[in-house]
């Protein structure tokens, strides 16, 4: 390993800003030399610009502008272009986050160039390979050098993949840094205000590809959505993905619906946090819904979070059960999770993945999953 080692993280979506913030800062203060590729998957600057401000991450040494497109379209921009930029800093690391496309083609153009990789958000599984999500998480996980778990339950999942323990750290996770450190700023008051919100409304976001990607799902979608705002108004940031489509299916802008742009980070968690009901197909918003103790309904058959619904706030419900689920979790009131909280969602993720990645590039050898074993 070089005297003074590189890390650079690959970032795409604004779920990878959140991830990689509390790591950027926790390496930063451990002194390790890093830079960001901002791959551009997400190019509004409502999606990635305003995050880097929310967040405190540094410039990027690359913004790569790959956008949308299809997902070949997209992964063969990707690749071309993290395959350059790669090559040119030639780094001793490379961090990938989550499981977006801009996760897959940085750990296939690193494992061509043989360049050493670390994944944050490893082992998540919904055992449904007709999410591309899924598809892009075993791959990534089998190509990493360093796994970093969120949550037990990955660590069997690994280990049934055969992906060997001495790579595989349960660290906690990172995006629940983040909302920790935002806590004191996630005040509802303004953004419902600027937005001409009631006291109590709903918030839903919706752009998952098995949701909105046929006008029939879109359609099914909608009509739930509207059920539900016949109940409570509901405010939807909607995600450049589906736009027109739930649009062409009913989702305007109207008296019980508010269609706006997308927010920034603190932004979009402060209108959560004063939420009586969260709607999604996110991710993210799962956890972050499990933490702030709001109502979270998740318009999928699956997630591969179920620590969420077994230690949140969390349901998974289909269009059809939407209105009915809704009725029930705003007649329930505010929520409270489900037993303990998941283990290490303590704010500390960023600094114990830091620490793994400092002394491994030292060369050090760590035990695998730092604060806790692997499951048998």
Not at 10 to 33: C, D, Q, T
Not at 81 to 93: K, R, S, T, Y
Not at 329 to 355: C, F, H, K, N, S
Request: with cysteine; proline share 7%; charged share 20%.
């Amino acid at each position: 390993m070089r005297e003074n080692p590189l890390v650079l993280h690959v970032l795409g979506a604004r779920p990878n800003f959140v991830k990689a913030a509390p790591v950027v800062r926790a390496l930063g203060e451990l002194g390790v030399r890093q830079g960001i590729i901002h791959t551009g998957q997400h190019y509004d600057a409502l999606m990635s610009d305003v995050f880097f401000a929310d967040l405190g991450l540094p410039e990027p040494v690359a913004n790569l502008a790959v956008g949308s497109g299809t997902h070949a379209k997209q992964t063969a921009a990707l690749l071309v272009g993290l395959e350059e930029v790669i090559g040119e800093q030639d780094p001793d690391l490379v961090v990938v986050y989550g499981d977006v496309n801009s996760t897959l083609a940085a750990i296939l153009v690193c494992a061509k160039l043989g360049v050493r990789t670390a994944h944050v958000e490893a082992g998540l599984r919904s055992f449904d390979r007709g999410m591309p999500e899924e598809v892009n998480r075993v791959v990534t996980d089998a190509l990493a050098d360093l796994l970093f778990a969120t949550s037990p339950e990955a660590l069997s999942y690994l280990a049934s993949e055969g992906v060997p323990a001495s790579k595989v750290h349960l660290v906690g996770n990172p995006m629940i840094d983040s909302l920790f450190s935002a806590l004191s700023q996630l005040d509802p008051a303004p953004v419902v205000a600027r937005l001409g919100l009631p006291e109590r409304y709903a918030v839903a976001t919706l752009h998952r590809p098995a949701n909105v990607d046929t006008p029939e799902a879109a359609k099914e979608l909608v009509d739930a959505v509207l059920a539900v705002a016949s109940r409570i108004p509901i405010v939807v940031p909607i995600h450049p993905r589906g736009r027109v489509r739930l649009a062409e299916a009913g989702l305007v802008d109207g008296e019980l619906i508010r269609v706006v742009d997308p927010l920034g980070y603190v932004d979009f968690l402060s209108l959560v946090r004063g939420a009586a009901l969260v709607v999604t197909d996110s991710g993210g918003v799962q956890e972050e819904t499990t933490m702030l103790g709001v109502p979270c309904l998740t318009v999928r058959p699956n997630t591969e979070r179920p620590i969420t619904i077994t230690h949140g706030t969390n349901r998974l419900v289909t269009p059809a059960l939407l209105p009915a689920a809704a009725e029930k979790a705003l007649a329930d009131g505010a929520a409270t999770p489900a037993g303990e909280l998941p283990v290490l969602w303590d704010g500390q993720a960023g600094p114990r993945i830091a620490t793994v990645i400092s002394a491994w590039l030292k060369g050090d050898n760590l035990a695998p999953a730092s604060q806790g074993k692997r499951s048998e």
